[in-house]
Structure formats: structure tokens, C-alpha cells
């Protein structure tokens, strides 16, 4: 395990432009990605001769277990500069990129303060540096999400029995949860959307007290976590009786959805492309303007991560994780979204789902 995170350390600092010695990592997030380790006060210094992690004395003993290969150093609030200043005299260092994106201005300030003379640079794209490598998703971290996949589908098959009527949004959601964190989810990956009836239309709809009623499209957007990994899925079933007009939607958006994968499973590159196979379907069938959202988004250590699948294109990254999920929202009447995560490889694409996707008539 130590290997693997040493070596995404070598791998940023192979990547960070020459004029710089370094990066100074402080974000839970990316902090966890190089080290393994979770902590909400770790200072990871990556240098070119040599890394440091700085923490409190909460989490030292278990942070120098948990990073064994590179040193472990403790401060205490009254101390840090001299610490963080020891730091940056033992090792030479001039300039650290920062996590742009992550840091508030006020953590800027004091880290530049006590790490003087260190300079702090926040042009260097480190974000971008640290994306690009964070993207290609090795062998433990897909097990991880599939794992988490797998607790999500276990635990929708068995909210699909409790569906009936008077059963309300909130009561779904929480059983979502509890039900999921006894099959072994650290957490989910997000708050659960259960979106029943005309609540359906909104696609970020927060689940409420609204009972489940005949006729209904019920939605949920749903996900789990395992290893720091996220899942993410989306299923609408019906309760009850289903018009034609919901049937006929149901429809277009599972082909909108198949057409985007069978783009991936053939190879496909290109990230506008992906969008454009699930959307220009929908368009062709008149309900473009009820599709608001893009087609996916990157999923991993975050639920919403690079690249994003939409108009604004790019390569679709070679062993990237990404969700495919379109779907029409007719206001004030019901929603569709089918949604499912594919790890793209160098000749196709996996699907990381198993959950079936047919139009499912519940009660
Ligand atoms: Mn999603």
C-alpha cells in the first residue's frame, strides 16, 4: 500500500514545472489521495528532496502508522512557525504550489506566514496537475466503487418492496440510508434524491413529505461510499398504473442513455461526442429543452470530480470513471433520469452497474 502512494507522489512531482520545488498539500480530499491517510488538519509538503506531513496531536500516532515511508511531524498552534520554518530551512525550500481551488485565503495567508520564507504560488495549476493524475483510476480504487455500487443496488432492490401507497419520499431516503450503512457503506455519497410525481421535474429535488400515490414516476439519485470511493446511480420506477405519455419518456431517455454507452463501449474519445449521442436523441424526439443538465460527470474520491461529460469537450480520459445520465423533467407533471458509471478503457468501456433498467411497474 505505502508504494502506492509514494509513487503518486514521485508522479505530482514529475509533473509540477521545474521552476517550483514542490506542492503543499492541505485539502482532506487530495491529502488522502497521495498519503491514504483522512485527516481534517494534515499538511502534506511535497518536495524534491524529500516529503513532510504535519499534523496535531490528535492524529500523529495514527498519521506515522498510516504514512510510513516519508517523515511525520507534529505541531502545536504556538509552535507552528518554528515548525513549519524548520521545515522549510531543513529542506531548501523557495516555492510550493497551492491547492487553488481548495484553500481559503485566510489558510493562504498563515501558511505563507509560517512558512517563510518559503513563497506560496497559486499559478501554478497545481488543481489541474492534481486532477490530471487523480482521473485514471487504478485497480483498488475501482473495487472500491464497485463495491460501494453493489451496496447502492442491494439496497434499491430492497426500497422497491417497501413502495406503496401513503409511503412517504423521507420515509424511502432514510431507509436508503440505514439500510446501506448496515450492508457495510461508510457513507453515502451524497443526500439521496427520492423524487415522487410531479417532484420529479426538478432533478436536484430534496425528498420530502410527499406520500407515494398511483400513477406515480418515482426517482432516486443514489450512492454509497466505500474506501473513500463514490458511487453514483439513478433509477425511475413506476407505482402503480403508467400513462402512455410516461412510457413513451421512459423510453426515449433509456435510449438517450444506451446511446451514450454504446458510444463509450465502442471506443468512443470524445466527451462532447458522449453528450451528443444521449442528447441529440432526446432533442430528435422533441423534449431538448427538458434536458437541461450535462450527460456526466467524473466520480471517485468526490462525487462530482473531473472531466465533465458535456458541450465543452475533450478527451475522455483512459481509465476514468464517468456517469452517464439523461434525462426530461416536464414541470409541474413527472421527471425521468436513468443514470450509471463506466470505468472507459483503452478499447471500450465497462459498465459498473448491474441494476436493470427496463421500466419496472412496482405494486
Ligand atoms: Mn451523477
Given at each position: 500500500?505505502?508504494?502506492?502512494f509514494?509513487?503518486?507522489?514521485?508522479?505530482?512531482?514529475?509533473?509540477i514545472?521545474?521552476?517550483?520545488?514542490?506542492?503543499l498539500?492541505?485539502?482532506?480530499?487530495?491529502?488522502?489521495?497521495?498519503?491514504?491517510?483522512?485527516?481534517?488538519?494534515?499538511?502534506?509538503?511535497?518536495?524534491?528532496?524529500?516529503?513532510?506531513?504535519?499534523?496535531d496531536?490528535?492524529?500523529?500516532?495514527?498519521a506515522?502508522?498510516?504514512?510510513?515511508?516519508?517523515?511525520?511531524?507534529e505541531y502545536?498552534?504556538?509552535?507552528?512557525?518554528?515548525t513549519?520554518?524548520?521545515i522549510?530551512?531543513?529542506y531548501?525550500?523557495?516555492?510550493?504550489l497551492?491547492?487553488?481551488?481548495r484553500m481559503t485565503?485566510?489558510?493562504?495567508r498563515?501558511m505563507?506566514?509560517?512558512?517563510?520564507?518559503?513563497?506560496?504560488?497559486d499559478?501554478?495549476?497545481l488543481d489541474?496537475?492534481?486532477?490530471?493524475?487523480r482521473v485514471?483510476?487504478?485497480?483498488?480504487e475501482?473495487?472500491?466503487?464497485?463495491?460501494?455500487?453493489?451496496?447502492?443496488?442491494?439496497?434499491?432492490?430492497?426500497?422497491?418492496g417497501?413502495?406503496k401507497?401513503?409511503?412517504?419520499?423521507?420515509?424511502?431516503?432514510?431507509?436508503?440510508?440505514?439500510?446501506a450503512?448496515?450492508l457495510?457503506?461508510?457513507?453515502?455519497?451524497?443526500?439521496?434524491?427520492?423524487?415522487s410525481?410531479?417532484?420529479?421535474?426538478?432533478?436536484?429535488?430534496?425528498?420530502?413529505?410527499?406520500?407515494?400515490r398511483?400513477?406515480?414516476f418515482?426517482?432516486f439519485?443514489?450512492?454509497?461510499?466505500?474506501g473513500?470511493?463514490?458511487?453514483?446511480?439513478?433509477?425511475?420506477v413506476?407505482?402503480?398504473?403508467?400513462?402512455?405519455?410516461?412510457r413513451?419518456?421512459?423510453?426515449?431517455?433509456?435510449?438517450?442513455?444506451?446511446?451514450a454507452?454504446?458510444?463509450?463501449?465502442?471506443?468512443?474519445?470524445?466527451?462532447?461526442e458522449?453528450?451528443a449521442?444521449?442528447r441529440?436523441?432526446?432533442k430528435?424526439?422533441?423534449?431538448?429543452e427538458?434536458?437541461?443538465?450535462?450527460?456526466?460527470?467524473?466520480?471517485?474520491?468526490?462525487?462530482?470530480?473531473?472531466?465533465?461529460?458535456?458541450?465543452?469537450?475533450g478527451?475522455i480520459?483512459?481509465?476514468?470513471?464517468?456517469?452517464?445520465?439523461?434525462?426530461?423533467?416536464?414541470?409541474?407533471?413527472f421527471?425521468?433520469?436513468i443514470?450509471?458509471?463506466?470505468?472507459?478503457?483503452?478499447?471500450?468501456?465497462?459498465?459498473?452497474?448491474?441494476?436493470?433498467?427496463e421500466?419496472l411497474i412496482?405494486?
Amino acid at each position: 500500500m505505502a508504494n502506492k502512494f509514494l509513487w503518486r507522489t514521485n508522479q505530482l512531482l514529475s509533473i509540477i514545472p521545474e521552476e517550483y520545488d514542490g506542492a503543499l498539500i492541505i485539502s482532506e480530499i487530495n491529502g488522502k489521495y497521495f498519503t491514504g491517510f483522512n485527516c481534517d488538519n494534515g499538511y502534506f509538503i511535497v518536495t524534491r528532496k524529500g516529503c513532510v506531513y504535519v499534523t496535531d496531536s490528535r492524529y500523529t500516532e495514527a498519521a506515522g502508522k498510516a504514512i510510513d515511508w516519508c517523515e511525520v511531524v507534529e505541531y502545536s498552534g504556538p509552535e507552528m512557525k518554528e515548525t513549519f520554518g524548520g521545515i522549510s530551512q531543513k529542506y531548501g525550500i523557495r516555492t510550493l504550489l497551492v491547492e487553488s481551488d481548495r484553500m481559503t485565503l485566510t489558510q493562504c495567508r498563515m501558511m505563507s506566514e509560517v512558512l517563510a520564507p518559503t513563497v506560496l504560488a497559486d499559478e501554478g495549476g497545481l488543481d489541474k496537475l492534481i486532477e490530471s493524475l487523480r482521473v485514471h483510476k487504478d485497480s483498488d480504487e475501482i473495487v472500491c466503487m464497485k463495491a460501494a455500487q453493489n451496496i447502492a443496488e442491494q439496497t434499491l432492490t430492497h426500497l422497491y418492496g417497501m413502495i406503496k401507497e401513503g409511503v412517504s419520499e423521507a420515509d424511502l431516503a432514510f431507509e436508503f440510508e440505514f439500510y446501506a450503512r448496515r450492508l457495510g457503506a461508510e457513507r453515502l455519497a451524497f443526500d439521496s434524491i427520492v423524487a415522487s410525481g410531479e417532484n420529479g421535474s426538478m432533478p436536484h429535488a430534496v425528498p420530502g413529505q410527499r406520500k407515494i400515490r398511483n400513477g406515480d414516476f418515482i426517482t432516486f439519485d443514489v450512492g454509497c461510499v466505500v474506501g473513500g470511493y463514490h458511487s453514483d446511480m439513478t433509477r425511475t420506477v413506476a407505482y402503480g398504473s403508467v400513462s402512455d405519455e410516461q412510457r413513451r419518456i421512459y423510453d426515449i431517455v433509456l435510449r438517450a442513455q444506451q446511446n451514450a454507452m454504446d458510444y463509450l463501449f465502442a471506443g468512443g474519445e470524445e466527451l462532447a461526442e458522449c453528450d451528443a449521442a444521449a442528447r441529440d436523441l432526446i432533442k430528435a424526439e422533441g423534449y431538448g429543452e427538458y434536458f437541461g443538465h450535462g450527460t456526466g460527470h467524473g466520480v471517485g474520491l468526490e462525487i462530482h470530480e473531473f472531466p465533465s461529460v458535456s458541450y465543452r469537450g475533450g478527451k475522455i480520459p483512459v481509465n476514468s470513471v464517468i456517469t452517464v445520465e439523461p434525462g426530461i423533467y416536464l414541470p409541474g407533471q413527472f421527471g425521468v433520469r436513468i443514470e450509471d458509471m463506466l470505468y472507459k478503457t483503452e478499447t471500450g468501456a465497462v459498465d459498473l452497474a448491474s441494476l436493470d433498467r427496463e421500466l419496472l411497474i412496482l405494486g
